[in-house]
């Protein structure tokens, strides 16, 4: 009982505390500061592509973005659970 509350706890921690350490800066995220990084190194650099799709609003990139980590952690784990069954399965016989 004692280890799942300190568990708990430091869930609790890791999901409350990011909200502090920024101390309200805001956070641009790593796509933003490669495109400034690219254009100090090479002004007159000229992007190879366009995307395909340009999501209408911040919220729908990020809808996207999770459901695409979440589709790709499903698939990894439904492939860690079908080889450990095999593994099971192959010691049972």
Request: glycine content about 12%; proline content about 5%.
């Amino acid at each position: 009982m004692k280890k799942t509350l300190i568990l708990l706890a430091m869930v609790v921690a890791l999901v409350v505390l990011p909200f502090f350490v920024n101390h309200g800066g805001e956070y641009g995220g790593s796509d933003g500061e490669a495109e400034s990084q690219i254009q100090v190194v090479a002004p007159h650099y000229e992007p190879w592509f366009q995307p395909l799709y340009e999501p209408a609003s911040g919220e729908i990139e990020s809808l996207l973005f999770t459901l695409q980590g979440s589709i790709g952690a499903a698939v990894i784990f439904y492939i860690l659970g079908y080889m450990k069954g095999r593994q099971r399965a192959g010691d049972r016989t």
